[in-house]
DNA sequence: GTGAAAGCGCTAACAA
DNA sequence: TTGTTAGCGCTTTCAC
């Protein structure tokens, strides 16, 4: 910043106040200023910036690569953050990788908050991090336990599957669940809830899963043993929806000729064209603003009540849906 | 830190010194300040560290989460950053955030190194950011330009699979391309190469291809339109391979009874039970670990030639391949 | 083995 | 509108 300021001819002070936009300058200075930076190839040092400020700016954001979902939410933190003027700072969990570790290298950066996305851990942990930073969850979250929380509304989710399920004629809807995955819990809860509101609760059917092809497979082979009458299946998660169709079609099911499916997530998967599946869809970048915006109020009001935020989800439909045929079950077609 | 000093009753140097295992403290003190320290929760200001030490030891890794290949090179840059006493800046990017916005950023936390994962630039570009920091290419990068380049060895990887393919019995092997995706064209040409060292030059066949399960499908029917007598295909990419794959069983076609099919890449996708494709797999951890290294060797010696390492790649098969059946056509059959 | 002191590059309060 | 100045929390050299 010396060397800017000397080749400008001005104070290093002045320069900073050009580099970050504060008032103070005039514009004839702030275009000889950074005109001289960019000369220069100057970029503050972001260490610097963040020891001096007396607020880093910084929000921590802790998510899995892994999964596709959480990769999207991330995405769209980086202009949600921007707009509210704070910098993100990523943290990546992976298997080698524990999370204690990554929430000590974000403490490390001085983040004024965490936001967790779609991450699972006993009230306590929550507890025990929330006495040293602000903490928001976003994405899939089972339940708020009193830390702020921006979460779909599953509920509304799996209503606008059923309720296209129902429209098309179904009134026998499986549903394949996730076990102890983020929102499986939500969804069977929502389902079991949705088939009662619909009147049809005697045909209610839940299959065990995990959110992965091989649960979608066992949960075909598991309709087809039972000679199942249940014409469509809505299912907790894209996987499994399609594990559970490539199975089915092993065994001469087509779908949706024979047998609708629903899938959740809406992912890269569902929009394939060679899958093409109807999905409830999370909208990551809604989830995402409303987490920053979560930040901004929890850093501005620390002794306000709890956030519970809930973003609308939509239904995308594709072609593994269509009007049920007569027929009795599964096998007898 | 001051508060530890004072609660542990040495100077903040000493703290200083224990935090981060320098030498210059008894055993018995380093027990004693580690535990002062963790009672009062400290962790040390990384904005602190960076500025006032005269190297940095972050290493910025430039990547698309979108891409799960990527993410698992970046997954396996954590434990290898570690070992050299190296310290992870994520920089990701999206569709809304581009390159030179991420590097911007980068810089902004002085990192010495910066490694770019798959990614592709015009050599210019290269150059220019090079200026400023040491630059190691990874990945899928399609040919070293005078910059660092930590790669997979697509031409074994390619003859890999040729020599699987051809040690069941085919000969007439088509090539599902890449157009200009990353690592394509080396793929495309170690096909060609492949074929002619097999003596089975006149049987080239090339598929035009994007890494989409839809460029899958249109060779596949394509194949079909020209009744071709390929009783295998090698694909640049396992999206490819699978829609190909689907489209095939839409017109009757079946894996490996009719086709043998062999992906790239060895992603998720093709260790789904339901998908099991056969495919050449690279290796990110080693990737990684090269690659650090790489940056290592760089940083100690600014001026050495440029380095062009490569890693192994290895086939897994599964079950999308068998032997040829003895047929002239994919529509004669 | 330990402590005192200087300063990394920047920001913010104030003085000019 | 512009310049001066005092640290932010840490590492590092040097003296003890």
Known sequence: MADVASAAGVSRALVSIVMRDAPGASAAMRDHVRVTAEALGYRANTAAQVLRRARSRNVGVLFSPRFPFEVEIVEAMYPAADALGHQVVLGAMTAQRDLDRAVDELIGHRCEALVLVGLDRPDAWFEQVRGRLALVRVGRVPSPAGVDVVRSDERRGVQAGLQHLTELGHRRIAFLGGGDMPGAAERAKAYRAGMRRLGVADHVCVLAGDYTDECGAAAARELLANRSEATAVLAANDWSAVGLIAELARHGVRVPQDLSVVGYDDSDLARRTYVDLTSVGQDPAALAVQA??????????????????????????????ASPRRRRSLTSG
Do not use: G, K, N
Request: aromatic share 0%.
């Open 292 to 321: 920053m915006e979560a930040v901004r109020h929890r850093l501005d009001h620390p002794e306000a009540p709890p956030i519970d935020a809930v973003v609308e989800p939509r239904l995308e439909v594709r072609s593994s849906t």
